[in-house]
């Protein structure tokens, strides 16, 4: 048989040579469309629920947060198995589905199996959200945030800009699953209260923090007719932004005593503040002016 196929090549020399070509012009266009990674991801189908729980130790996470999650997912349908860790104010489930279950499917079924999740959490203890639609194998592409002239921009401006602008340019972007930030100062309105000026006046932090929630927020007040038009009554009282808003939340009335409204001012140094980190990150041999660890995932 091999003897054969080889007379017929010798005598059909002209024939194998054209084969040869439009092989090869066949392989140099299918070539480009050929999904090749020299790291092929080989993750198993999952769907990561996070949950955030501010102040609770791991055991407490477990049985309020953790447990409820994990005992809605494991009856649902090509469910292979379920695993969880819980940490100092975080709950992460892990919920791995069986080999050909398509990801979108898995993740409708999740999400709608956390909402029965959720009534079974406490209020106020967290609530869980669906992670990211990527891989431990996924790309990651790291960049650096920096002003063009040193000290022009600092940390909490940089990190403004890149929350508020970069990020949302970074989305759209094929491919792109999640913009994470790293570093910088996230901008906060903060109330340093002052405990010998709240006892004076005989206040507790849950009066101001009510008082504060009740006077940020805009009201309407339908129509009012004059002659053959209407007005729309709208009251503002949303705090404004930037120096203004200092001085919105430091007249915020939170008590009356004596006939005389005690305000936030009164109690309490309102300022711009950074947010709590339990992490800093820092570029080495970068001044902190310039300190941008953001992260793209793909």
């Known amino acids: 048989m091999l003897n054969k196929l080889i007379g017929l090549a ?20 299918i070539l480009p469309r050929l999904s090749l990674d020299a790291f092929p991801d080989v993750t198993n189908v999952q769907v990561t629920v996070n949950t955030e729980a501010r102040g609770l130790a791991a055991p407490e996470v477990e049985q309020l947060i953790t447990f409820p999650i994990e005992a809605v997912m494991v009856a649902m349908p090509a469910v292979e198995s379920v695993r969880s860790i819980s940490k100092s104010g975080l709950s992460m489930v892990t919920v791995v589905f069986k080999d050909g ?28 959200e669906i992670g990211p639609n990527t891989s431990g194998l996924g790309q990651v592409f790291q960049y650096i ?13 940089l990190r403004s800009l890149n929350d508020w602008l ?19 100062e996230v901008r906060q309105y903060q109330i340093q209260l002052e405990p010998t000026r709240m006892l004076s006046y005989g206040l507790s932090v849950e009066a101001v923090k009510a008082a504060v929630e009740a006077n ?7 129509f009012l007719d004059r002659g053959a038009e209407q007005l729309v009554i709208r009251g503002v009282g949303l705090v404004r932004g ?13 008590k009356e005593k004596g006939g005389v409204a005690v305000r936030i001012g009164d109690i309490a140094t309102v300022a711009f503040g950074g ?10 041999c970068a001044p902190p002016t310039g300190l941008r660890n953001p992260w793209v995932r793909w």
């Open 10 to 29: 010798v005598v059909n020399r002209l024939l194998v040579v054209l084969a040869l070509v439009a092989t090869l012009v066949a392989g140099t266009l």
């Open 101 to 128: 279950t398509d990801i979108y499917f898995a993740r409708q079924q999740v999400f709608e199996r956390l909402q029965a999740a959720r009534s079974q959490i406490p209020d106020g203890v967290g609530i869980p």
């Open 145 to 157: 945030l920096r002003p063009e002239v040193p000290g022009s921009f600092d940390t909490t401006q």
């Open 166 to 184: 970069v990020k949302v340019l970074l989305a759209p972007v094929p491919g792109v699953v999640d913009v994470l930030s790293f570093g910088g």
């Open 216 to 222: 940020n927020r805009n009201a309407g007040g339908w």
């Open 242 to 254: 930037a120096e203004d808003g200092l001085a919105d939340i430091a007249r915020i009335p939170v």
């Open 275 to 284: 947010k709590f980190a339990r992490v800093r990150c820092r570029r080495p």
